[in-house]
């Protein structure tokens, strides 16, 4: 579980680092199933793969979506007790896993994936920040290193809804306002608020970089930031929790621990966390309530980064 520092960590930041969340046989069959499908993309067999073109390199693979329908162990992985926890721990409300996806960064592939603010605060029209966290869970697969492509992010800016991040050149991004590179190991966990702004360069190197990540999320996060996924199949619609709830059936089909010894259990309304220290509910909304206005124009404004 995380401690109270962690978590006042990840509400002040919007990032927080998890080491070592994942290894040994659990890690080691998640990448072999990542390879696979990474194989499945290069190679453009199946569906709901992804690909950009690059100069100077070509119509290059990135990405795969629905990896949940693709091998067992990345549901196994998505109800892992000990993530579960601090998902709970960071979020204050129950919770559903109701997206996933596979980001693969290929050596010498050179796919930049430019400065932004995930959906929905990549839109003006989302001026303020919603009062539940809603946070992105990336499962790091390989080491992730400045040279190879890691995620860098702007710490303390995720409270302010949408920013105009268009306003700065890619260069101005990693280098005025105090931008953090995140360095992770494989089996390292990352969650970074989708209203973070973030970015990468591409993968120059030999060395690959891949991340499973699941977005996790409260009904009330769905309802107010996500309109159009309201019928999703995998959200909080009957299937959607049936499908969750099988999702722990499967982990221990695959002989890994269930959630009965830990201090999250599931229940109608998703997986609730049980024990302390967590988060109050719509802390977000506390948080944003105690900011100045100068405060808040400041950070949207992004005020450089004294040096």
């Not at 990135?62 to 926890?85: C, G, H, N, Y």
């Not at 960071?90 to 290929?106: A, E, I, R, Y």
């Not at 430019?114 to 303020?128: A, L």
């Not at 309109?227 to 099988?246: A, D, I, L, Q, V």
Request: net charge neutral; hydrophobic share 35%.
């Amino acid at each position: 579980m995380l401690t109270r520092a962690q978590i006042e960590q990840y509400h002040r930041d919007g990032f927080l680092v998890l080491k070592g969340m994942f290894q040994g046989r659990e890690l080691e069959e998640l990448r072999a199933a990542a390879t696979r499908v990474q194989e499945e993309g290069v190679a453009r067999k199946g569906k709901d793969h992804l690909y950009t073109d690059v100069p100077g390199v070509g119509n290059v693979y990135f990405r795969s979506e629905r990896m949940w329908d693709r091998d067992p162990i990345f549901q196994a992985v998505t109800v892992k007790p000990e993530l579960l926890e601090c998902i709970g721990q960071c979020t204050g409300h129950p919770f559903l896993p109701v997206n996933d996806s596979f980001v693969c960064k290929l050596p010498g592939g050179n796919v930049p994936i430019t400065w932004h603010q995930d959906p929905p605060y990549g839109s003006p029209t989302f001026e303020e920040t919603f009062e539940v966290p809603n946070f992105d869970v990336d499962i790091y697969l390989d080491h992730s290193t400045k040279e190879n492509g890691c995620v860098w992010g702007i710490p303390g800016h995720h409270l302010v809804g949408h920013i105009d991040l268009k306003r700065f050149s890619q260069e101005e991004l990693f280098n005025n306002f105090g931008a953090v590179p995140m360095i992770m190991e494989p089996g390292d966990v990352l969650f970074h608020s989708l209203s973070a702004p973030h970015g990468s360069i591409g993968n120059k190197t030999q060395n690959i970089r891949r991340i499973f990540y699941v977005h996790y999320m409260a009904e009330e996060v769905l309802n107010n930031c996500y309109g159009t996924w309201k019928n999703h199949k995998r959200g909080y619609s009957p299937e959607g929790k049936t499908f969750c709830r099988n999702m722990l059936n499967v982990r221990k089909e695959l002989g890994f621990d269930g959630i009965e010894r830990a201090k999250v259990k599931w229940t109608d309304d998703g997986f609730v966390f049980t024990g302390q220290p967590s988060t109050p509910p719509r802390y977000w909304r506390t948080l944003i309530d105690a900011m100045s206005p100068d405060e808040k124009a400041r950070k949207r404004a992004l005020a450089p980064v004294a040096v």
